[in-house]
């Protein structure tokens, strides 16, 4: 288990991050400004089943750093469209079910995310027809990098539910570890 201040990601999340570096073109560019130790942990992501999410952070802000924000929301696309969407394809399945938008994908967020990170409380608040609030409370203080991962996961969760107009209209990092985003499809 984590420590009380932070939190853990799965083994799937960090070997598809890893790969979605990679097939990105940024995994070369961002190891070559880091320590051998530091490389050495990005090179056999499955070996344990849990990892210090702080790994995540540190390649993520690294991939930032050389390549930029629009590089790191691309890696979030991919993590999830690549690796843990197809875990939870079932749970997708069931909330699309009926044809709802973003809001059902929204609404069962918490039970899709165990497959990736823990502990992680969400919360999706309806602000109209087309509209809500997503909110994402970690265990303490974020990297703006993580940040810019989800905005890749919501991105893809209005591309799955045929809703590619959805966009982010306002999004805060609030006190630590606390992320908000008012979206409207």
Do not use: C
Request: without cysteine; charged residues 20%.
């Amino acid at each position: 288990m984590p420590a009380p201040d932070s939190y853990e990601l799965s083994a799937a999340y960090m070997n598809g991050l890893v790969s979605a570096v990679r097939a990105g073109g940024f995994l070369d560019g961002a190891l070559i400004t880091m320590t051998e130790n530091e490389r050495s942990s990005y090179q056999q992501p499955a070996r344990e089943p849990w990892w210090d999410a702080r790994y995540a952070e540190h390649l993520a802000a690294t991939v930032g750093q050389v390549f930029g924000e629009w590089a790191v929301e691309q890696v979030g696309y991919a993590v999830i469209a690549e690796s843990i969407g197809p875990l939870v394809k079932e749970q997708i399945e069931a909330a699309l079910e009926t044809g709802a938008g973003p809001e059902a994908l929204f609404a069962q967020l918490g039970d899709m995310a165990k497959a990736a990170v823990r502990p992680l409380h969400t919360a999706w608040t309806h602000t109209g027809p087309n509209a809500g609030t997503l909110e994402l409370v970690y265990p303490r203080a974020l990297e703006k990098e993580t940040q810019l991962l989800w905005r890749g996961a919501i991105r893809y969760a209005f591309e799955l539910t045929h809703r590619d107009a959805g966009k982010i209209v306002q999004e805060r990092q609030g006190p630590p570890g606390h992320l908000t985003w008012a979206l409207v499809w």
